[in-house]
């Protein structure tokens, strides 16, 4: 077993590319309120980073809604990230003899999310082109990033890739990364967070960034009525779920969002997580206490961290099921977000929403000890479906074969078969959290709104992974022909432009998905019909059995 802290540096791709050479360019500056905020200079952008947005999350705001800021009236460099927030502790399930490629994927992509971390981390990162100004109104990415709900930070993430790109392609911008809270320090769930109304403290955080830049992005050239809003994995179900909160309502902060393997996905009441809760106030000594959150927010940060390191992670035998993620707490989530959906509470923007082909496969690993039909019946009925019937277990494996032929990696006949249901258990997972979701958000809103969709099938040669989830990131940080469709999109609400091949809109008549492909055609455009049945028959089920 590889633990996170164990794994090595980041690609180039992804990361610690904030770090190239600098140019002799004089250090940028912004005028914050009466604050002067002096940037770094880094060839044609400009950055400025670790920025606080909202008053530090610790002592009595531990567990609390973010704050905003009092006003800048003190200068400050920002010219260092700032720690991102409290990770949970991770131990990837690399078993043993998995190829030495697929370990290299694994840990040079964004599963290697090794960065500093402390409760004071609520802080912004804006990278500019060099000769913005505040009159340049230039359109705005804002980045969620990617982690489970339980791990991740902005430093890992090249913003300057963006910027530049966007540069050489004649429709410049302004990229922003926001801190938000995890695992259980952004997501605690039970009836006494229900009570006190502080739940999905992490999607809070992150709709007080966007607050954020509304009131400031235009200092650095940003136009505030100009902003996307962009994540992949649990950034774009942050991206999908901030469309969905408040009616739809927007507040103005966002005009439109780009969503990398994410959707609102199917989750049940914030009462479903008081075991983890029960477990942590537990472990910390709060159980006597006649108020045990209050009691958690006063318990010394490295005893709180190691309660956490506790409970599961997305990497353990529950997998997907995760412990800490958003739930309906009545407040931003006042139902399943896909009964929201139904009800029409989206916001009325331009998105778009893709997948990698095989996005199960990477959380199957974990549960490698699987090896019957009758064992994995057990793990979905217990794991997955405990209120459901047999029949509807039944009815999943039906509709999921045996025959790894079938399974994902998809399109490999026999090949990847670590046991005899891995191949299995990853289509059913990968479709269960990632396409079912994406398709009933897309079929939904079909002739409501401008929709477009994409499918990732690079990589597809990665043993084992095959087009493996977050695969995609590499062809967007990268940079790749997708970092060009993300940029003229921001800029224009549409992501064609002059390279690339046409990418038509998504319909329920016409379900268009521009495909990412391996070899000599890199792109084309598929439909997105496959394992029809199969699909609609997991979105009834988590309808009425949510997470």
Not at 88 to 109: C, F, H, K, R
Request: glycine share 8%; hydrophobic share 40%; aromatic share 10%.
């Amino acid at each position: 077993m590889f633990h996170r802290n164990t794994l090595v540096a980041l690609a180039l791709h992804l990361g610690s590319a904030w770090g190239s050479p600098l140019s002799k360019r004089a250090a940028p500056t912004v005028t914050l309120d009466s604050a002067t905020v002096t940037g770094v200079s880094d060839g044609s952008v400009s950055k400025f980073l670790g920025i606080p947005f909202a008053q530090p999350p610790t002592g009595q705001y531990r567990f609390q809604l973010p704050q905003p800021v009092p006003a800048y009236n003190e200068s400050f460099l920002a010219t260092a990230f700032g720690p991102s927030c409290p990770q949970q502790s991770i131990t990837l399930p690399i078993p043993s003899g998995l190829v030495a490629e697929t370990l290299d994927y694994l840990t040079n992509t964004i599963y290697n999310i090794v960065t500093p971390s402390a409760e004071d981390c609520l802080t912004v990162n804006v990278v500019t082109p060099a000769d913005a100004t505040p009159d340049s109104a230039l359109p705005v990415v804002v980045w969620i990033f990617v982690g489970g709900f339980e791990l991740g930070g902005t430093s890992t993430y090249d913003g300057g890739t963006i910027v530049n790109r966007a540069i050489e392609l004649d429709v410049p911008a302004v990229y922003v990364s926001m801190n938000y809270r995890v695992s259980a320090f952004g997501f605690l769930a039970s009836q006494e967070v229900k009570d006190a109304g502080v739940g999905n403290l992490g999607l809070q955080d992150q709709r007080q960034a966007l607050r954020w830049v509304q009131q400031y992005i235009s200092a650095f050239g940003g136009d505030p009525t100009k902003v996307t809003i962009w994540g992949e994995s649990s950034g774009a179900i942050s991206v999908a779920l901030q469309m969905v909160t408040n009616g739809g309502d927007t507040e103005g902060l966002f005009r439109a969002a780009f969503m990398e393997s994410g959707s609102p996905i199917p989750v049940g009441d914030i009462t479903h997580g008081q075991p983890y809760y029960d477990a942590l106030v537990e472990e910390t000594g709060c159980s006597s206490s006649a108020d045990t959150l209050e009691c958690l927010r006063d318990v010394p940060y490295d005893t709180l961290l190691a309660a956490v390191d506790q409970s599961p992670s997305i990497f353990a035998y529950q997998s997907l099921i995760l412990a800490w993620l958003p739930r309906v707490d009545g407040v931003f989530l006042e139902a399943d977000p896909q009964y929201l959906v139904e009800q029409g509470s989206v916001a009325d923007i331009p998105f778009i929403s893709g997948d990698c082909d095989d996005e199960g496969t990477l959380f199957s690993l974990s549960t490698l000890n699987i090896t019957t039909s009758d064992q994995l019946a057990e793990y979905i009925q217990t794991i997955w479906l405990p209120d459901a019937t047999p029949d509807v277990v039944t009815g999943l494996l039906e509709m999921y074969p045996e025959d790894p032929a079938d399974g994902s990696p998809f399109d490999t006949s026999i090949l990847n078969a670590l046991t005899p249901q891995f191949k299995r258990i990853a289509a059913f997972q990968g479709d269960a959290v990632f396409q079912a979701p994406r398709r009933f958000f897309l079929q939904q809103r079909s002739g409501k709104q401008n929709l477009w969709s994409f499918l990732s099938k690079r990589l597809k040669a990665v043993p084992v992974l095959g087009s493996f989830h977050g695969s995609d990131l590499l062809n967007v940080y990268g940079p790749g022909d997708m970092t060009d469709y993300l940029v003229r999109f921001v800029t224009n609400l549409q992501p064609d432009g002059s390279t690339g091949i046409s990418w038509p809109q998504y319909t329920t008549e016409a379900p268009n998905m521009l495909t990412f492909l391996d070899g000599l055609i890199p792109l084309e455009i598929t439909q997105d019909t496959y394992r029809m049945e199969a699909i609609a028959y997991i979105t009834n089920v988590t309808l009425t059995y949510p997470i």
